[in-house]
């Protein structure tokens, strides 16, 4: 079954310490990629999303990630963490032709010391 | 989250009762999800649906069942619940069949079978 892996289900940095939380997918067909944010008690947020158009994608609150088909990988990272950046980020996979579903990896957990 | 609403947002209910989980959207979206939410499996989609009264399962869709009656509203039933439905649940909408449009969250339902 295609798929996503989040490597590590808590990762701990300290405040302005580089943050990546790893993502990779397994499929044979190209993939649409996505990682999102859940803060306590919310929903799901979209953070960024591959779309073939370019390989190094930008998204909102200064993450970025870029997807690699070599190593099948679409890793999330942020050159300098805050306090506000600790939640849980979610990587989902989606597919041509199939109605858009999303599936989603297990997640990480991020937490932001002092 | 903006344009879409889950109700309840609370719910505790005893074992072997039906249960009515209701979403609403205001962005006229042809696509609808139901997704549950647990420590360890990330978000897995239990049915979705393509148009009014065009619905399917997912992964997770034993002992739930679903309508969509009209567009705006998506509802989901746990028809006799038990406490491995003890989780919570989002509703998600999407613009298109497009796979490359990911979704826009509601704020999840917390269901408790006691």
């Known amino acids: 079954a295609q798929s996503v892996t989040q490597l590590g289900s808590h990762v701990s940095v300290s405040e302005g310490a580089l943050v990546l939380l790893r993502c990779n997918y397994s499929s044979s067909v190209p993939p649409y990629l996505f990682w999102y944010v859940q803060y306590p008690n919310q929903g799901l947020q979209l953070l960024l999303k591959y779309t073939s158009a370019a390989t190094l994608v930008k998204g909102i609150n200064g993450f970025e990630a870029e997807f690699k088909k070599s190593e099948t990988s679409f890793h999330l990272t942020k050159p300098s963490a805050h306090m506000s950046d600790a939640a849980e980020y979610f990587c989902?996979?989606?597919?041509?032709?199939?109605?858009?579903?999303?599936?989603f990896g297990t997640g990480t957990r991020l937490q932001v010391t002092l | 989250d903006a344009g879409i609403t889950q109700s309840p947002r609370h719910k505790v209910t005893e074992t072997g009762t039906p249960v009515t989980l209701r979403c609403h959207q205001t962005?006229?979206?042809?696509?609808m999800y139901w997704y549950r939410q647990d420590p360890g499996h990330g978000l897995r989609l239990i049915h979705y649906?393509?148009?009014?009264?065009?619905?399917d399962k997912g992964e997770v869709s034993d002992g739930y069942s679903v309508s969509r009656s009209k567009t705006e509203d998506f509802l989901l039933t746990l028809e006799s619940a038990t406490s491995s439905q003890t989780s919570v649940y989002f509703c998600?909408?999407?613009?298109?069949?497009?796979?490359?449009?990911?979704?826009?969250f509601g704020s999840g339902t917390r269901l408790t079978v006691v």
């Open positions: 649906s393509y148009g009014v009264k065009d619905t």
């Open positions: 998600a909408i999407s613009e298109s069949r497009g796979a490359n449009y990911g979704y826009t």
């Open positions: 989902a996979v989606s597919y041509t032709g199939t109605a858009s579903k999303l599936t």
């Open positions: 962005e006229n979206h042809r696509y």
